[in-house]
């Protein structure tokens, strides 16, 4: 032999993979959330992308940039009070080496960094799924909504039943109803409710609803304490005169 020495295949590898560029980067998301990022300090190689996902529960957030090289960005320029909905999602290429500081104008305390590398980055790589909101955005249901009868007299309503997915408040806005279906608002009515059927007086009098004679149109809605509203459900009745 000559005395060339030969590298074993695994020696081989280790030494490939040392002498590499960096392959760990790629395109990546930062959560927002908690008045924090998630992670503080991202790096990525040139042409890649950062973003941005606001998860809740607090939303009003911007991305900002405040180094030299990142002022050209802003995720909300034209306010200095930013919000946005939940899973609303920010991005951006990075196409020069080097560290780029952002904060939240609302919140500067809120504020990350972005190391971008000289390495050539896969601009096409996936970044990942968005992470699990922290809020709670699911509409509540409001069903079997029944009234003991249609018609009733006097000013302490009628009977009814309502089932709700969660608690919360239960509102019902009584429009009058006329001749040709024209109908006026006549005030309204709140009730703080639970979980499942909850037993209540539609059409009483109370101090937004004077209960007078008429024929009635009741628009029920359901909002949960998150504030999320259900779909509503209308039912009709008419309060006749005496009693």
């Not at 050539?120 to 799924?129: L, V, W």
Request: glycine share 10%; proline share 8%.
């Amino acid at each position: 032999m000559s005395g060339r020495r030969i590298l074993s295949l695994p020696l081989l590898i280790a030494c490939t993979l040392v002498l590499a560029p960096n392959a760990l980067a790629s395109n990546t998301r930062v959560s927002i959330s908690n008045y924090a990022w998630a992670p503080k300090q991202v790096h990525i190689d040139l042409d890649e992308k950062v973003t941005w996902d606001w998860l809740g529960p607090d939303l009003a957030h911007s991305v900002t940039g405040t180094s030299a090289n990142a002022r050209q960005w802003d995720s909300d320029p034209n306010t200095d009070a930013p919000y946005h909905r939940p899973g609303f999602s920010y991005t951006i290429q990075f196409t020069q080496p080097g560290a780029y500081s952002f904060i939240c104008k609302l919140h500067p305390f809120v504020r990350g960094e972005v190391i971008v590398s000289s390495n050539p980055g896969d601009p096409n790589s996936d970044p990942g799924p968005q992470a699990p909101l922290r809020i709670d955005v699911k509409k509540p249901t409001l069903s079997k909504v029944t009234l003991k009868s249609t018609r009733f007299s006097g000013s302490k309503g009628v009977g009814m039943s309502a089932k709700l997915s969660e608690g919360g408040s239960l509102e019902a806005e009584y429009y009058r109803t006329g001749a040709g279906g024209k109908r006026s608002y006549s005030g309204y009515a709140e009730w703080k409710v639970s979980g499942g059927i909850n037993r209540l007086k539609l059409g009483a009098r109370w101090k937004h609803f004077k209960a007078a004679p008429g024929r009635y149109e009741a628009v029920l809605r359901a909002t949960d304490r998150a504030a999320n509203p259900s779909k509503p459900v209308a039912r009709n009745f008419t309060i006749v005169p005496g009693g």
